[in-house]
Protein backbone atom coordinates (compact mmCIF):
# COMPACT_ATOMS: atom_id res chain seq x y z
CA UNK A 1 0.00 0.00 0.00
CA UNK A 2 1.17 3.38 -1.01
CA UNK A 3 -0.22 6.57 0.33
CA UNK A 4 0.69 9.87 -1.42
CA UNK A 5 -1.30 12.99 -2.02
CA UNK A 6 -3.16 12.00 0.85
CA UNK A 7 -4.61 9.07 -0.76
CA UNK A 8 -3.79 5.04 -0.78
CA UNK A 9 -2.68 3.30 -3.46
CA UNK A 10 -2.82 -0.30 -3.30
CA UNK A 11 -0.37 -1.97 -5.60
CA UNK A 12 -1.27 -6.01 -6.05
CA UNK A 13 -3.86 -7.68 -4.07
CA UNK A 14 -2.85 -11.38 -3.28
CA UNK A 15 -5.05 -14.18 -1.21
CA UNK A 16 -5.43 -12.04 2.36
CA UNK A 17 -4.40 -8.91 1.23
CA UNK A 18 -8.36 -7.85 3.07
CA UNK A 19 -7.23 -9.34 6.38
CA UNK A 20 -3.75 -7.82 6.40
CA UNK A 21 -5.16 -4.20 6.02
CA UNK A 22 -7.06 -5.25 9.04
CA UNK A 23 -4.19 -6.21 10.75
CA UNK A 24 -2.56 -3.16 10.10
CA UNK A 25 -5.35 -1.08 10.77
CA UNK A 26 -6.07 0.55 7.45
CA UNK A 27 -9.35 1.16 6.63
CA UNK A 28 -9.82 -0.73 3.33
CA UNK A 29 -12.87 2.10 2.50
CA UNK A 30 -10.00 4.46 1.99
CA UNK A 31 -8.89 2.79 -1.13
CA UNK A 32 -10.16 4.40 -4.14
CA UNK A 33 -7.57 2.93 -6.52
CA UNK A 34 -6.03 -0.20 -7.13
CA UNK A 35 -3.00 -1.20 -9.64
CA UNK A 36 -2.69 -4.91 -10.15
CA UNK A 37 0.91 -5.90 -11.95
CA UNK A 38 -0.49 -9.04 -13.77
CA UNK A 39 -2.70 -12.03 -13.51
CA UNK A 40 -0.78 -14.30 -11.61
CA UNK A 41 -2.56 -15.78 -8.25
CA UNK A 42 -0.05 -14.16 -6.37
CA UNK A 43 -0.98 -10.67 -7.39
CA UNK A 44 -4.98 -11.06 -7.42
CA UNK A 45 -6.49 -13.50 -5.82
CA UNK A 46 -6.84 -11.21 -2.38
CA UNK A 47 -9.25 -8.87 -5.22
CA UNK A 48 -12.44 -11.08 -5.27
CA UNK A 49 -12.72 -10.90 -1.70
CA UNK A 50 -11.11 -7.28 -0.88
CA UNK A 51 -14.23 -5.67 -3.34
CA UNK A 52 -16.55 -8.16 -2.16
CA UNK A 53 -16.10 -6.43 1.76
CA UNK A 54 -16.36 -3.16 -0.15
CA UNK A 55 -19.37 -4.04 -1.21
CA UNK A 56 -20.74 -5.50 1.82
CA UNK A 57 -19.69 -2.75 3.96
CA UNK A 58 -21.76 -0.35 1.76
CA UNK A 59 -19.47 0.93 -0.63
CA UNK A 60 -21.33 3.29 -3.29
CA UNK A 61 -18.19 5.26 -5.04
CA UNK A 62 -16.13 3.66 -7.75
CA UNK A 63 -13.25 1.63 -7.45
CA UNK A 64 -10.50 2.83 -10.36
CA UNK A 65 -8.55 -0.50 -10.93
CA UNK A 66 -5.11 -0.50 -13.05
CA UNK A 67 -4.29 -3.19 -14.71
CA UNK A 68 -3.36 -5.46 -18.16
CA UNK A 69 -6.74 -5.91 -20.08
CA UNK A 70 -7.77 -8.98 -19.42
CA UNK A 71 -8.30 -7.69 -15.69
CA UNK A 72 -11.36 -6.14 -17.06
CA UNK A 73 -12.60 -9.33 -18.66
CA UNK A 74 -11.95 -11.21 -15.22
CA UNK A 75 -14.27 -9.27 -13.24
CA UNK A 76 -16.85 -9.38 -15.88
CA UNK A 77 -17.11 -12.55 -14.72
CA UNK A 78 -16.71 -11.91 -11.10
CA UNK A 79 -19.51 -10.32 -11.60
CA UNK A 80 -21.24 -13.54 -13.29
CA UNK A 81 -20.88 -15.79 -10.91
CA UNK A 82 -20.80 -13.78 -7.80
CA UNK A 83 -23.11 -11.25 -8.35
CA UNK A 84 -22.79 -7.48 -9.34
CA UNK A 85 -20.94 -4.98 -7.43
CA UNK A 86 -22.94 -2.08 -5.59
CA UNK A 87 -20.40 -0.03 -6.98
CA UNK A 88 -18.52 0.97 -10.05
CA UNK A 89 -15.84 -0.30 -11.16
CA UNK A 90 -13.41 1.75 -13.35
CA UNK A 91 -10.55 0.12 -15.27
CA UNK A 92 -7.63 1.38 -16.96
CA UNK A 93 -5.45 -0.43 -19.05
CA UNK A 94 -1.96 1.08 -19.19
CA UNK A 95 -1.59 2.33 -22.88
CA UNK A 96 0.99 1.79 -24.99
CA UNK A 97 2.34 5.86 -24.84
CA UNK A 98 4.15 6.80 -22.47
CA UNK A 99 1.15 8.87 -20.75
CA UNK A 100 0.34 8.99 -17.25
CA UNK A 101 -2.18 6.13 -16.26
CA UNK A 102 -3.21 8.25 -13.19
CA UNK A 103 -2.87 12.10 -12.41
CA UNK A 104 -3.78 14.40 -9.63
CA UNK A 105 -3.43 17.49 -8.97
CA UNK A 106 -0.66 16.63 -6.61
CA UNK A 107 0.76 12.90 -8.42
CA UNK A 108 1.23 11.30 -11.73
CA UNK A 109 1.66 7.16 -12.52
CA UNK A 110 2.92 5.79 -14.99
CA UNK A 111 3.20 2.36 -15.99
CA UNK A 112 5.94 0.47 -16.68
CA UNK A 113 6.21 -2.20 -19.08
CA UNK A 114 7.45 -5.51 -17.83
CA UNK A 115 8.60 -8.69 -19.04
CA UNK A 116 6.85 -11.38 -17.62
CA UNK A 117 4.68 -14.62 -18.58
CA UNK A 118 2.29 -13.01 -18.74
CA UNK A 119 1.30 -9.07 -19.74
CA UNK A 120 2.58 -7.11 -16.66
CA UNK A 121 3.45 -3.92 -15.75
CA UNK A 122 5.21 -2.05 -12.85
CA UNK A 123 4.03 1.40 -11.42
CA UNK A 124 6.05 4.75 -11.03
CA UNK A 125 4.18 7.75 -9.02
CA UNK A 126 5.46 10.82 -8.94
CA UNK A 127 4.59 14.07 -7.42
CA UNK A 128 4.55 17.23 -9.39
CA UNK A 129 6.48 20.60 -8.89
CA UNK A 130 4.85 21.84 -5.46
CA UNK A 131 4.46 25.44 -4.80
CA UNK A 132 7.13 27.44 -3.41
CA UNK A 133 7.33 28.50 0.33
CA UNK A 134 7.46 32.38 -0.23
CA UNK A 135 9.45 33.90 3.19
CA UNK A 136 6.56 36.05 4.79
CA UNK A 137 9.99 38.07 5.83
CA UNK A 138 10.54 38.83 2.30
CA UNK A 139 7.02 39.70 1.58
CA UNK A 140 6.90 42.41 3.93
CA UNK A 141 10.51 44.01 3.26
CA UNK A 142 9.99 43.92 -0.48
CA UNK A 143 5.94 44.60 -0.48
CA UNK A 144 5.16 42.03 -2.34
CA UNK A 145 0.71 42.56 -2.89
CA UNK A 146 -1.50 39.24 -2.88
CA UNK A 147 -1.41 39.17 -6.57
CA UNK A 148 2.14 38.60 -6.46
CA UNK A 149 3.03 36.26 -4.14
CA UNK A 150 1.06 33.60 -6.13
CA UNK A 151 3.35 34.38 -9.15
CA UNK A 152 6.26 34.16 -6.55
CA UNK A 153 4.46 30.81 -5.44
CA UNK A 154 4.64 29.87 -9.03
CA UNK A 155 8.05 30.28 -9.19
CA UNK A 156 8.43 34.03 -10.55
CA UNK A 157 10.58 36.76 -10.17
CA UNK A 158 9.02 40.03 -8.67
CA UNK A 159 9.38 43.13 -9.88
CA UNK A 160 9.22 46.37 -7.47
CA UNK A 161 7.64 49.77 -8.00
CA UNK A 162 10.86 50.65 -8.81
CA UNK A 163 11.61 48.20 -11.35
CA UNK A 164 14.18 46.34 -9.45
CA UNK A 165 14.19 42.52 -10.16
CA UNK A 166 14.13 40.23 -7.05
CA UNK A 167 15.24 36.58 -8.02
CA UNK A 168 12.61 34.27 -7.16
CA UNK A 169 15.17 32.52 -4.85
CA UNK A 170 15.76 35.42 -2.37
CA UNK A 171 11.80 35.28 -1.65
CA UNK A 172 11.67 31.62 -1.70
CA UNK A 173 12.92 28.63 0.74
CA UNK A 174 14.30 26.01 -1.59
CA UNK A 175 11.93 24.01 -3.21
CA UNK A 176 10.85 20.58 -1.59
CA UNK A 177 12.15 17.43 -4.35
CA UNK A 178 9.59 15.94 -5.87
CA UNK A 179 9.28 12.11 -4.14
CA UNK A 180 8.86 9.28 -6.37
CA UNK A 181 8.15 5.20 -6.01
CA UNK A 182 8.26 2.89 -8.32
CA UNK A 183 7.09 -1.09 -8.13
CA UNK A 184 8.94 -3.63 -9.93
CA UNK A 185 7.53 -6.63 -9.90
CA UNK A 186 7.42 -9.31 -11.58
CA UNK A 187 9.82 -9.16 -14.47
CA UNK A 188 12.83 -10.45 -15.95
CA UNK A 189 16.33 -8.77 -15.58
CA UNK A 190 15.96 -6.36 -17.76
CA UNK A 191 18.57 -3.33 -17.33
CA UNK A 192 16.67 -0.76 -19.20
CA UNK A 193 14.08 -0.74 -16.53
CA UNK A 194 16.70 1.69 -15.07
CA UNK A 195 16.49 4.71 -17.40
CA UNK A 196 12.23 4.57 -16.16
CA UNK A 197 12.77 4.38 -13.14
CA UNK A 198 16.03 6.80 -12.77
CA UNK A 199 16.96 8.38 -9.52
CA UNK A 200 13.68 7.49 -8.05
CA UNK A 201 13.56 8.08 -4.03
CA UNK A 202 12.43 4.41 -3.57
CA UNK A 203 12.54 0.88 -5.62
CA UNK A 204 10.91 -2.21 -5.18
CA UNK A 205 11.67 -4.51 -7.36
CA UNK A 206 11.12 -8.30 -7.40
CA UNK A 207 13.56 -11.07 -6.18
CA UNK A 208 12.41 -14.32 -6.27
CA UNK A 209 15.80 -15.95 -7.16
CA UNK A 210 19.46 -16.12 -5.57
CA UNK A 211 21.94 -15.50 -8.23
CA UNK A 212 22.76 -19.15 -7.89
CA UNK A 213 19.50 -19.84 -9.35
CA UNK A 214 19.63 -17.46 -12.24
CA UNK A 215 18.90 -19.84 -15.04
CA UNK A 216 15.83 -20.57 -13.25
CA UNK A 217 15.03 -16.55 -12.50
CA UNK A 218 15.70 -16.51 -16.63
CA UNK A 219 13.52 -19.56 -17.70
CA UNK A 220 10.57 -18.54 -15.07
CA UNK A 221 11.23 -14.48 -16.32
CA UNK A 222 12.01 -13.57 -12.68
CA UNK A 223 15.02 -11.57 -11.77
CA UNK A 224 17.96 -12.48 -8.88
CA UNK A 225 19.11 -10.70 -5.88
CA UNK A 226 21.67 -9.50 -7.82
CA UNK A 227 19.79 -8.41 -10.60
CA UNK A 228 17.44 -6.11 -8.71
CA UNK A 229 20.20 -4.42 -7.34
CA UNK A 230 22.15 -3.80 -10.34
CA UNK A 231 18.59 -1.98 -11.93
CA UNK A 232 18.62 -0.15 -8.82
CA UNK A 233 22.58 0.35 -9.11
CA UNK A 234 22.24 1.59 -12.80
CA UNK A 235 19.14 3.98 -12.16
CA UNK A 236 20.60 5.47 -8.96
CA UNK A 237 17.88 4.99 -6.65
CA UNK A 238 18.20 6.37 -3.26
CA UNK A 239 16.86 2.96 -1.86
CA UNK A 240 16.01 -0.26 -3.14
CA UNK A 241 13.66 -2.62 -1.46
CA UNK A 242 13.65 -6.26 -2.55
CA UNK A 243 10.66 -8.95 -1.82
CA UNK A 244 8.67 -11.46 -3.63
CA UNK A 245 11.16 -13.83 -2.18
CA UNK A 246 10.72 -17.91 -3.36
CA UNK A 247 10.34 -20.02 -0.39
CA UNK A 248 13.25 -21.97 -1.32
CA UNK A 249 15.12 -19.59 0.75
CA UNK A 250 15.38 -20.44 4.04
CA UNK A 251 16.86 -17.00 5.12
CA UNK A 252 16.04 -14.17 2.86
CA UNK A 253 18.59 -12.47 4.66
CA UNK A 254 20.97 -14.08 2.01
CA UNK A 255 19.48 -11.93 -0.69
CA UNK A 256 19.54 -8.80 0.98
CA UNK A 257 23.14 -9.82 1.84
CA UNK A 258 23.68 -10.86 -2.22
CA UNK A 259 21.74 -7.44 -3.03
CA UNK A 260 23.79 -5.66 -0.62
CA UNK A 261 27.44 -6.52 -2.68
CA UNK A 262 26.36 -4.35 -5.91
CA UNK A 263 23.90 -2.09 -4.16
CA UNK A 264 24.17 -1.10 -0.27
CA UNK A 265 20.81 0.95 0.02
CA UNK A 266 19.05 -2.54 -0.34
CA UNK A 267 16.58 -4.02 2.58
CA UNK A 268 14.66 -7.19 1.97
CA UNK A 269 10.94 -6.50 3.02
CA UNK A 270 8.71 -8.53 5.49
CA UNK A 271 5.44 -8.16 5.55
CA UNK A 272 3.53 -4.86 7.95
CA UNK A 273 7.30 -3.40 7.05
CA UNK A 274 6.67 0.58 6.74
CA UNK A 275 9.07 2.74 4.88
CA UNK A 276 8.76 6.78 4.52
CA UNK A 277 10.13 9.04 2.05
CA UNK A 278 10.91 12.16 4.08
CA UNK A 279 10.40 15.77 2.06
CA UNK A 280 13.57 17.41 1.55
CA UNK A 281 14.13 20.71 0.57
CA UNK A 282 16.61 21.03 -2.54
CA UNK A 283 19.62 22.78 -1.63
CA UNK A 284 19.29 26.74 -2.46
CA UNK A 285 21.29 28.28 -5.57
CA UNK B 1 -11.90 -29.70 8.15
CA UNK B 2 -12.90 -33.01 8.70
CA UNK B 3 -10.83 -36.35 9.12
CA UNK B 4 -12.53 -39.01 8.92
CA UNK B 5 -11.12 -42.85 7.29
CA UNK B 6 -7.69 -41.54 7.97
CA UNK B 7 -9.07 -39.24 5.01
CA UNK B 8 -8.61 -35.05 5.07
CA UNK B 9 -12.25 -33.62 3.87
CA UNK B 10 -11.89 -29.68 3.09
CA UNK B 11 -15.66 -28.40 3.48
CA UNK B 12 -15.47 -24.74 1.69
CA UNK B 13 -12.53 -23.03 1.29
CA UNK B 14 -12.46 -19.10 2.00
CA UNK B 15 -9.86 -16.67 1.39
CA UNK B 16 -6.98 -17.34 3.72
CA UNK B 17 -7.68 -21.41 4.02
CA UNK B 18 -3.94 -22.04 2.34
CA UNK B 19 -2.85 -19.94 5.16
CA UNK B 20 -4.89 -21.32 7.91
CA UNK B 21 -3.91 -24.90 6.55
CA UNK B 22 -0.05 -24.11 7.24
CA UNK B 23 -0.87 -22.43 10.20
CA UNK B 24 -2.71 -25.44 12.33
CA UNK B 25 0.01 -27.69 10.57
CA UNK B 26 -1.92 -29.19 8.35
CA UNK B 27 -0.34 -30.35 4.99
CA UNK B 28 -2.48 -29.14 1.59
CA UNK B 29 -0.96 -32.28 -0.14
CA UNK B 30 -2.85 -34.22 1.97
CA UNK B 31 -5.83 -32.89 0.91
CA UNK B 32 -7.77 -35.36 -1.74
CA UNK B 33 -11.47 -33.95 -1.33
CA UNK B 34 -12.65 -30.72 -1.11
CA UNK B 35 -16.49 -29.88 -0.47
CA UNK B 36 -18.04 -26.51 -1.59
CA UNK B 37 -21.16 -25.48 0.01
CA UNK B 38 -22.19 -22.56 -2.51
CA UNK B 39 -20.55 -19.61 -4.91
CA UNK B 40 -20.86 -17.30 -2.30
CA UNK B 41 -16.71 -15.64 -1.64
CA UNK B 42 -16.81 -16.55 2.03
CA UNK B 43 -16.56 -20.30 1.17
CA UNK B 44 -14.79 -20.62 -2.04
CA UNK B 45 -12.63 -17.59 -2.47
CA UNK B 46 -9.57 -19.20 -1.09
CA UNK B 47 -9.73 -22.16 -3.79
CA UNK B 48 -8.11 -20.54 -6.36
CA UNK B 49 -5.39 -20.21 -4.32
CA UNK B 50 -5.02 -23.31 -2.66
CA UNK B 51 -5.64 -25.00 -6.16
CA UNK B 52 -2.80 -22.76 -7.27
CA UNK B 53 -0.55 -23.51 -4.40
CA UNK B 54 -0.97 -27.59 -4.84
CA UNK B 55 0.30 -26.81 -8.53
CA UNK B 56 3.19 -25.28 -7.57
CA UNK B 57 3.59 -28.21 -4.90
CA UNK B 58 3.95 -30.17 -7.57
CA UNK B 59 1.07 -32.24 -6.89
CA UNK B 60 -0.13 -34.58 -9.42
CA UNK B 61 -2.98 -36.83 -8.40
CA UNK B 62 -6.34 -35.30 -9.15
CA UNK B 63 -8.53 -33.53 -6.71
CA UNK B 64 -12.06 -34.11 -6.33
CA UNK B 65 -14.47 -31.17 -6.15
CA UNK B 66 -18.44 -31.52 -4.91
CA UNK B 67 -20.26 -28.87 -4.87
CA UNK B 68 -23.16 -26.91 -7.22
CA UNK B 69 -22.80 -27.30 -10.80
CA UNK B 70 -21.45 -23.65 -11.50
CA UNK B 71 -18.33 -24.77 -9.64
CA UNK B 72 -17.18 -26.75 -12.98
CA UNK B 73 -17.91 -23.35 -15.03
CA UNK B 74 -16.19 -20.91 -12.10
CA UNK B 75 -13.06 -23.79 -12.37
CA UNK B 76 -13.38 -23.24 -16.44
CA UNK B 77 -12.42 -19.91 -16.25
CA UNK B 78 -9.87 -19.71 -13.58
CA UNK B 79 -7.84 -21.97 -16.17
CA UNK B 80 -8.36 -19.50 -19.07
CA UNK B 81 -6.85 -16.59 -16.85
CA UNK B 82 -3.93 -18.60 -14.95
CA UNK B 83 -3.55 -21.76 -16.98
CA UNK B 84 -4.49 -25.56 -16.39
CA UNK B 85 -3.63 -26.75 -13.20
CA UNK B 86 -0.74 -29.33 -13.64
CA UNK B 87 -3.12 -32.11 -12.04
CA UNK B 88 -6.79 -32.82 -13.11
CA UNK B 89 -10.05 -31.29 -11.00
CA UNK B 90 -12.55 -34.28 -10.70
CA UNK B 91 -15.90 -32.71 -10.30
CA UNK B 92 -19.16 -33.79 -8.90
CA UNK B 93 -22.60 -32.75 -8.25
CA UNK B 94 -24.86 -33.20 -5.87
CA UNK B 95 -27.65 -35.22 -7.46
CA UNK B 96 -30.77 -34.81 -7.01
CA UNK B 97 -31.70 -38.21 -5.76
CA UNK B 98 -30.39 -39.49 -2.22
CA UNK B 99 -27.13 -41.32 -3.49
CA UNK B 100 -24.26 -40.55 -1.74
CA UNK B 101 -22.16 -38.06 -3.71
CA UNK B 102 -18.83 -39.99 -1.97
CA UNK B 103 -18.30 -43.46 -1.06
CA UNK B 104 -15.06 -45.19 0.44
CA UNK B 105 -14.89 -48.67 2.35
CA UNK B 106 -15.38 -46.71 5.72
CA UNK B 107 -17.59 -43.72 5.21
CA UNK B 108 -20.76 -41.97 2.87
CA UNK B 109 -20.91 -38.90 2.50
CA UNK B 110 -24.95 -37.36 1.21
CA UNK B 111 -25.28 -34.16 0.04
CA UNK B 112 -28.53 -31.71 1.98
CA UNK B 113 -30.33 -29.28 0.29
CA UNK B 114 -30.27 -25.82 1.35
CA UNK B 115 -32.06 -22.96 0.86
CA UNK B 116 -29.66 -19.99 0.07
CA UNK B 117 -29.20 -16.72 -1.88
CA UNK B 118 -27.79 -19.21 -4.62
CA UNK B 119 -27.90 -22.94 -5.09
CA UNK B 120 -26.56 -24.50 -1.66
CA UNK B 121 -25.52 -28.06 -0.06
CA UNK B 122 -24.93 -28.96 3.14
CA UNK B 123 -22.95 -32.39 3.36
CA UNK B 124 -23.56 -35.26 5.72
CA UNK B 125 -20.99 -37.91 6.05
CA UNK B 126 -21.15 -41.01 8.02
CA UNK B 127 -19.37 -44.54 8.70
CA UNK B 128 -20.21 -47.11 7.66
CA UNK B 129 -21.11 -50.73 9.33
CA UNK B 130 -17.55 -51.53 11.05
CA UNK B 131 -16.71 -55.23 10.61
CA UNK B 132 -16.87 -56.78 14.42
CA UNK B 133 -14.16 -57.38 16.82
CA UNK B 134 -14.27 -61.20 18.01
CA UNK B 135 -13.11 -61.92 21.51
CA UNK B 136 -9.88 -63.62 21.42
CA UNK B 137 -10.86 -66.08 24.35
CA UNK B 138 -13.66 -67.49 22.69
CA UNK B 139 -12.37 -68.33 19.46
CA UNK B 140 -10.04 -70.77 21.45
CA UNK B 141 -13.17 -71.68 23.82
CA UNK B 142 -15.54 -72.32 20.81
CA UNK B 143 -12.70 -73.57 18.26
CA UNK B 144 -13.10 -71.16 15.40
CA UNK B 145 -11.52 -71.90 12.21
CA UNK B 146 -10.11 -68.73 10.02
CA UNK B 147 -13.40 -68.99 7.64
CA UNK B 148 -15.73 -68.89 10.61
CA UNK B 149 -13.94 -65.99 12.50
CA UNK B 150 -14.36 -63.97 8.84
CA UNK B 151 -18.03 -64.79 9.18
CA UNK B 152 -18.50 -63.75 12.92
CA UNK B 153 -16.68 -60.68 12.19
CA UNK B 154 -19.49 -60.01 9.76
CA UNK B 155 -22.17 -60.86 12.53
CA UNK B 156 -23.01 -64.39 11.64
CA UNK B 157 -23.75 -66.62 14.44
CA UNK B 158 -21.65 -69.83 15.14
CA UNK B 159 -22.68 -73.54 14.65
CA UNK B 160 -20.08 -76.09 16.25
CA UNK B 161 -19.75 -79.37 15.25
CA UNK B 162 -22.22 -80.86 17.55
CA UNK B 163 -24.46 -78.85 16.33
CA UNK B 164 -24.52 -76.30 18.82
CA UNK B 165 -25.77 -72.49 17.77
CA UNK B 166 -23.35 -69.74 19.81
CA UNK B 167 -24.81 -66.57 19.44
CA UNK B 168 -22.74 -63.79 17.19
CA UNK B 169 -22.82 -61.64 20.71
CA UNK B 170 -21.26 -64.50 22.53
CA UNK B 171 -18.13 -64.32 20.51
CA UNK B 172 -17.83 -60.58 19.83
CA UNK B 173 -17.50 -57.30 21.60
CA UNK B 174 -20.31 -54.80 21.12
CA UNK B 175 -20.29 -53.04 17.47
CA UNK B 176 -18.58 -49.41 17.55
CA UNK B 177 -21.28 -46.67 16.63
CA UNK B 178 -21.55 -45.43 13.39
CA UNK B 179 -19.73 -41.49 13.83
CA UNK B 180 -21.37 -38.94 11.83
CA UNK B 181 -20.78 -35.27 11.16
CA UNK B 182 -23.10 -32.86 9.26
CA UNK B 183 -22.14 -29.74 7.66
CA UNK B 184 -24.65 -26.82 7.13
CA UNK B 185 -24.03 -23.84 6.08
CA UNK B 186 -25.26 -21.52 4.33
CA UNK B 187 -29.17 -21.83 4.90
CA UNK B 188 -33.22 -20.49 6.14
CA UNK B 189 -34.14 -21.42 9.07
CA UNK B 190 -35.59 -24.98 7.44
CA UNK B 191 -36.87 -27.61 10.26
CA UNK B 192 -37.37 -29.87 7.66
CA UNK B 193 -33.40 -30.52 7.56
CA UNK B 194 -33.78 -32.00 10.88
CA UNK B 195 -35.16 -35.59 9.60
CA UNK B 196 -31.85 -35.57 7.48
CA UNK B 197 -29.21 -35.12 10.05
CA UNK B 198 -31.22 -37.47 12.87
CA UNK B 199 -28.81 -38.25 15.44
CA UNK B 200 -25.56 -37.04 13.92
CA UNK B 201 -23.02 -37.22 16.51
CA UNK B 202 -21.64 -33.93 15.63
CA UNK B 203 -23.75 -30.98 13.72
CA UNK B 204 -22.54 -27.71 12.28
CA UNK B 205 -25.05 -25.37 12.01
CA UNK B 206 -24.82 -21.75 10.65
CA UNK B 207 -26.04 -18.88 13.08
CA UNK B 208 -25.28 -15.39 10.96
CA UNK B 209 -27.43 -13.87 13.17
CA UNK B 210 -29.21 -13.48 16.87
CA UNK B 211 -32.86 -13.89 17.04
CA UNK B 212 -33.76 -10.08 17.53
CA UNK B 213 -32.16 -10.02 13.85
CA UNK B 214 -34.56 -12.76 12.85
CA UNK B 215 -35.90 -10.60 9.98
CA UNK B 216 -32.66 -10.09 8.51
CA UNK B 217 -32.00 -13.57 8.31
CA UNK B 218 -35.42 -14.41 6.99
CA UNK B 219 -34.59 -11.52 4.27
CA UNK B 220 -31.07 -13.11 3.20
CA UNK B 221 -31.60 -16.38 3.85
CA UNK B 222 -29.33 -17.08 6.62
CA UNK B 223 -30.67 -18.86 9.95
CA UNK B 224 -30.32 -17.36 13.69
CA UNK B 225 -28.84 -18.98 16.72
CA UNK B 226 -32.00 -20.09 18.03
CA UNK B 227 -32.75 -21.91 14.61
CA UNK B 228 -30.03 -23.84 14.60
CA UNK B 229 -30.34 -24.87 17.88
CA UNK B 230 -34.23 -25.95 16.74
CA UNK B 231 -32.68 -27.91 13.97
CA UNK B 232 -30.04 -29.73 16.79
CA UNK B 233 -32.70 -30.49 19.73
CA UNK B 234 -35.05 -31.71 16.82
CA UNK B 235 -33.05 -33.90 15.25
CA UNK B 236 -31.77 -35.16 18.60
CA UNK B 237 -27.73 -34.61 17.79
CA UNK B 238 -24.79 -35.19 20.15
CA UNK B 239 -23.54 -31.95 19.95
CA UNK B 240 -24.28 -28.61 18.37
CA UNK B 241 -21.61 -26.22 16.63
CA UNK B 242 -22.67 -22.64 15.65
CA UNK B 243 -20.44 -20.52 13.55
CA UNK B 244 -20.64 -18.19 10.63
CA UNK B 245 -21.42 -15.18 12.61
CA UNK B 246 -22.38 -11.67 10.98
CA UNK B 247 -19.27 -9.72 12.61
CA UNK B 248 -22.28 -6.98 13.85
CA UNK B 249 -22.07 -9.13 16.57
CA UNK B 250 -19.16 -7.85 19.17
CA UNK B 251 -19.49 -10.88 21.19
CA UNK B 252 -20.63 -14.47 19.93
CA UNK B 253 -20.80 -16.12 23.23
CA UNK B 254 -24.40 -13.97 23.03
CA UNK B 255 -25.36 -16.29 20.11
CA UNK B 256 -23.87 -19.37 22.07
CA UNK B 257 -26.44 -18.43 24.94
CA UNK B 258 -28.92 -17.74 22.58
CA UNK B 259 -28.24 -20.99 21.49
CA UNK B 260 -28.12 -22.99 24.41
CA UNK B 261 -31.42 -21.92 25.88
CA UNK B 262 -32.70 -24.18 23.39
CA UNK B 263 -30.26 -26.88 23.05
CA UNK B 264 -28.07 -26.92 25.89
CA UNK B 265 -24.54 -28.99 24.34
CA UNK B 266 -24.37 -26.41 22.11
CA UNK B 267 -20.26 -24.43 21.08
CA UNK B 268 -19.78 -21.49 19.38
CA UNK B 269 -16.88 -22.02 17.57
CA UNK B 270 -13.47 -20.38 16.47
CA UNK B 271 -10.76 -20.31 14.30
CA UNK B 272 -8.25 -23.24 15.03
CA UNK B 273 -10.94 -25.06 17.54
CA UNK B 274 -10.68 -28.81 17.17
CA UNK B 275 -13.39 -31.66 18.03
CA UNK B 276 -13.83 -34.80 18.37
CA UNK B 277 -16.07 -37.27 18.05
CA UNK B 278 -15.08 -40.50 19.76
CA UNK B 279 -15.65 -43.78 19.04
CA UNK B 280 -18.07 -45.49 21.57
CA UNK B 281 -19.19 -48.75 21.33
CA UNK B 282 -22.58 -49.53 21.45
CA UNK B 283 -24.09 -51.38 24.40
CA UNK B 284 -24.77 -55.14 24.63
CA UNK B 285 -28.09 -57.47 24.26
Known amino acids: ?27 PARIHHIFISHLHGDHVFGLFGLLSTLGMIGRKVPVHLYGPHALEELMQYYSRFFGPLPFELAFVSPPENKN ?10 TAIPLKHRTPAFGYLFREKDKPLNVIKEQIEAYGLGIADVVKVKRGEDFINESGELIPNSRLTYPPFHKRSYAYISDTVFDPGLAEIVKGVDLLFHEATFS ?17 A ?57
Open 211 to 227: EKDKKLAAQTLHSTAAQ
Open 1 to 27: MLKADERFFLIDCGEGTQMRLLKYGLN
Open 100 to 109: FIYESDKITV
Open 229 to 285: ATVAKKAGVQKLLIGHFSTRYKDPLQLEAEAKEIFINTVGVKDGDLYSVPLKRLSGE
